[in-house]
């Protein structure tokens, strides 16, 4: 059964500033996906990462895929107000069991003034 | 494109009653999913259905079920409702054949009081 455990869970920081949030899963698998929600809206698909070695960036977000180490990073470079949300990563259910995706508990960013 | 479509967006149940959610696709997706999104837990997913006709029970299928009569709508249904099913309920669909991603709706709030 896929586990996934972000860190941290929650996190305030200022702009400008850099700051990685963390994830590990528990068993294979083969894709991984970062999401965002807004605060009474719906997933925002950001990447999907199919590779050992992937690296996808857009705008100020950078994610990566070590499936070596079953561990995702997002990376956030010099951040902006408009970024505050919470991020979600998710594995694919590729190992057997239910299909679909198995999410992490979301890291509530907030970026301040 | 509409995508994802769910109805309704709000709803308050007493306990004991029942109601159906419903789901609809257009992008022809064979694969969709009903998650539950409480607060610091994530999203769990409920049911799931692998094309029409077919379901399939998630990691909290309890007090749930569903139904894939036709290819573009899922419904989610509850037969007595609980205080505990308060939650947002997302809908999902994804496609096949290489990155597998996922498209949500834009949730339904349901209360049990």
């Known amino acids: 059964e896929l586990k996934v455990e972000q860190n941290p869970l929650f996190l305030s920081m200022q702009e400008g500033k850099n700051y990685t949030i963390y994830c590990n899963y528990s068993?294979?698998?083969?894709?991984l996906y970062w999401y965002r929600q807004d605060p009474g809206k719906s997933l925002e698909s950001l990447f999907v990462?199919?590779?050992?070695?992937a690296v996808k960036q857009e705008g100020r977000l950078m994610a990566s895929l070590d499936t070596k180490a079953r561990l995702s990073t997002l990376h956030i470079t010099a951040a902006v107000h408009d970024l505050s949300a919470t991020y979600f990563c998710?594995?694919?259910?590729?190992?057997?069991?239910?299909?679909?995706?198995?999410f992490g508990k979301g890291t509530h960013l907030i970026i301040q003034p | 494109n509409a995508g994802v479509t769910q109805t309704p967006k709000f709803r308050v149940l007493k306990t004991g009653q029942s109601m159906t959610l419903l789901c609809a696709q257009d992008?022809?997706?064979?694969?969709m999913y009903w998650y539950r999104q409480d607060p610091g837990m994530g999203l769990r997913l409920i049911h799931y259905s692998v094309g029409e006709g077919t379901t399939a029970k998630g990691e909290v299928p309890d007090g749930y079920n569903v139904s894939r009569l036709k290819k573009q709508n899922f419904l989610l249904g509850l037969e007595s409702a609980a205080p505990s099913q308060t939650s947002v309920y997302f809908c999902a669909s994804r496609t096949t054949g290489g990155s597998e991603k996922l498209f949500f709706g834009s949730g339904t709030q349901l209360s049990v009081l």
């Open positions: 990462l199919l590779s050992n070695g």
């Open positions: 068993t294979t698998s083969d894709r």
């Open positions: 992008m022809n997706h064979e694969y």
């Open positions: 998710a594995g694919f259910n590729s190992g057997g069991g239910a299909d679909g995706l198995t």
